[in-house]
């Protein structure tokens, strides 16, 4: 078993930054993704980050958006820089290939 809380989110204007993180309840060495979804969205990857620290974007978020593991930690950060509208949504920290999902942490980008 393992829980994943997720922190950092709230009200930030367009432009601005934010940095998610996730913690695990213990030592993981899966491939770890930070997913979000918007009002009446269905949920998408955002980012991935492997053990070894190979990182994925989706192409939205691409320049933007940083995925970071802190293994000694056992968290996984998202920073968010020049965040838009678009940005708005519950992001959700998940452990790939298994059924564990953290219970997400809104982000309101609002002027």
């Known amino acids: 078993q393992v829980q994943l809380v997720e922190s950092g989110g709230g009200l930030v204007q367009p432009g601005e930054s934010l940095t998610l993180s996730c913690a695990a309840s213990?030592?993981?060495?899966?491939?770890v993704g930070w997913y979000r979804q918007a009002p009446g969205k269905q949920r998408e990857l955002v980012a991935l980050i492997t053990n070894s620290r190979t990182r994925n974007y989706a192409d939205s978020v691409k320049g933007r958006f940083t995925i970071s593991r802190d293994t000694g930690k056992n968290t996984v950060n998202l920073q968010m820089n020049s965040l838009i509208f678009e940005d708005t949504a519950v992001y959700y920290c998940h452990l790939e290939g298994t059924d564990y999902w953290g219970k997400g942490t809104l982000v309101t980008v609002s002027s």
């Open positions: 213990r030592r993981t060495v899966s491939t």
